[in-house]
């Protein structure tokens, strides 16, 4: 009876590894490979394509795009590509197979940002060491649900507790860790590595235990696409009313929320909040709109002013809310851009308008643009100067 | 200025739109559409392509594949096709273009199955009702990590805890919900749909609330793939150590783990363990390694024996343990199996050792096989009977 079963599951394994062969060219290709001096070979099993190319995010973007290379077709059918030595970091990718889209079917690692699902792996020696899952101790990452009276609604947010948290007596500081526009509860998870991020430099040494509260700063949506009574539709990257000072003046309903269910201090020394793009405009807004409870505020290629063509009272008199978080103090207001991001200009009126109001910011400029390579840098860099 | 970052946003999606309408055929393209009838239409963008088929879990499957079917091309290079009306559940589906397998570009949803990635929905109007996310207090679930000594290894585990846990005061009793092979702490939320099913169920009043917990049950792992210090590799169906004593052995290590941490009703009426494949077959030995720990057993379309061809003294001779556990008493010990499983006859063969010993069971045959849909049914059906 035992061979009996032995030989079914041998068969049924030989079954699946068959078909996974001819459809998708044999379970012995390993693409991506990613070798020790950084170079990386990726492999595509495509005998009758013509031509077949590959797009990565270490390649330069035009109209916001990565370039394309061509790989070349080998025995078998199998076409490769070998990167030159990639600067460590996490990357995406896809292959174009005759002028159509495809995924890697040999990378079962895939994120979805906005609307689109791609491919990504790991190059460590850098600081992509510290987007991997590490043998450190690790975080708890919870997805659950808080009420927000303000918008009236139930909302899924994501929360990471840091390594010892349940075991401990201690209270902790929170860091608020906003998605930008076509992002969600999830992004900074995925596509940020938030919680690699955390478990990495807190076993370091190099940041103190923190609980990170990933909230939803679209403020129509209860979750991220997939996750409300929505069901599974397409996401989409414009949504209304998330520059309208609405999420802005429901986020005291998220405070509450964190400040009434675990273990922090709650007191502005203990308090951060930082975001990227439209959540570094959110971090900006909600810390002047509450000027005298964040202590740590980051700005990662913030935005500064709404997307609407009409002006709202809420962002065209920020000096008076700016003047009073200047006056209470603040310890840390720090500022990440890059020097080719779309949003440049308006951070260098921005720094203007700080330093007229003598609010004192720290300001690092980095190469590239309004990517995700720059905002798990800013968030890496960030972390370390909070709650000291 | 405002202006000029609303033309940068604007200009910078309309870039985005035009790749993607290039490289995957246009935003409008709604895929898969879900028709009240339960039809489902699915479109693909491939105006060069010479030949274009689907291949989805609704079709009947042969040698363990689903079949395919061709889609028809229309204008602009669309190809569609339309089911007939489908059966209320979840399903996954590719397709395959000139004999190339491509995921569906206008469908972020995909779930991971050991090393395939395939896209999904839901048809409704039926017990898919039961995996969508509905207007319902939702649970929270956590990704967290325990020791467990008697493997050497601090490992990751999945856990539910239902709607009100956070807030309430009670204690809860605990289902143990364990995957099959390939599988890891992931498989049960995934594929199963487990927060969902228990959501639902709770909210209609069906089933009691409870903590689920979902462990590792592969031993040489210390979590799911890419949730490791291993990184990002290519999952095996096979794991070494999966089915040779030791995951039941070390299976008290979970338990002290999760009555340690969560308030729970530690007894036995309190305690439920199932799962699937692999998982029904550690649930089977669990259970009567620990003749007096579960008051309720669910095996789903389980293994009975171990896959190794030498025999191991830990499954040899399960007689004594078993007559312990029948004399120690169980409330429900519950078995699902489909009528085409290549593990049904190995069932017919342990019902006849549990009747020889007297042990009662409760034994539900299915129309199917060795599947995620029996097996979401079996949990739907499973989760009602417990802690009466």
């Given at each position: 009876m035992k061979k009996l079963i032995f030989i079914a599951a041998a068969l049924l394994t030989m079954h699946i590894s068959q078909a996974q062969q001819a459809l998708w060219g044999g379970a012995n290709i390993i693409s991506p490979e990613i070798k020790n001096d950084n170079t990386v070979t990726f492999r595509f099993v495509a005998p009758n394509a013509k031509e077949v190319k590959i797009s990565g995010e270490w390649m330069p973007a035009e109209n916001w795009q990565p370039g394309s290379t061509l790989m070349t077709k080998g025995d078998s059918g199998v076409w490769t590509y070998t990167t030159a030595a990639l600067t460590s970091d996490l990357y995406s990718y896809y292959f174009i197979v005759d002028g159509l889209k495809c995924s890697d079917p040999n990378n079962v690692y895939q994120i979805r940002d906005v609307a689109t699902v791609a491919n990504v792996f790991i190059v460590g020696n850098g600081k992509g060491d510290l987007y991997?899952?590490?043998k450190v101790p690790h975080g708890s990452v919870t997805r659950r649900w808080y009420d927000?009276?303000?918008?009236?609604?139930?909302r899924r947010i994501t929360i990471y507790t840091p390594p010892g948290y349940e075991t401990s007596?201690?209270?902790?500081?929170?860091?608020?860790?906003?998605?930008?526009?076509g992002g969600d509860e999830e992004a900074w998870i995925a596509l940020?590595?938030?919680?690699?991020?955390?478990?990495?430099?807190?076993a370091q040494g190099k940041a103190k235990p923190m609980i990170v509260v990933m909230p939803n700063g679209n403020v129509v949506q209860e979750a991220a696409p997939g996750e409300s009574s929505l069901g599974m539709y397409k996401p989409n990257f414009f949504l209304p009313n998330s520059m309208d000072g609405k999420f802005e003046t429901s986020f005291k309903d998220i405070i509450k929320f964190v400040e009434s269910s675990y273990r922090v201090k709650a007191e502005k020394g203990s308090r951060a909040i930082c975001g990227l793009s439209m959540g570094g405009f959110h971090s900006l807004h909600v810390s002047r709109t509450y000027p005298n409870t964040f202590d740590y505020v980051g700005l990662f290629s913030a935005?500064?002013?709404?997307?609407a063509k009409e002006p709202i009272p809420?962002?065209?008199?920020?000096?008076?809310?700016l003047k009073k978080q200047k006056e209470n103090g603040c310890k840390l207001y720090w500022i990440g851009m890059g020097k080719t991001d779309f949003l440049y200009k308006d951070m260098v009126d921005y720094r203007a308008k700080l330093d007229a109001i003598g609010l004192k910011y720290t300001y690092v400029e980095t190469e590239g643009g309004h990517v995700w390579t720059n905002w798990r840098v800013y968030l890496s860099e960030f972390v370390p100067l909070l709650f000291k």
């Open positions: 991997k899952v590490n927000s009276p303000s918008l009236g609604l139930t007596k201690q209270s902790y500081p929170v860091l608020y860790l906003l998605h930008g526009m940020g590595r938030a919680s690699q991020i955390l478990d990495n430099l807190i935005a500064v002013n709404p997307l809420f962002y065209s008199d920020i000096d008076v809310t």
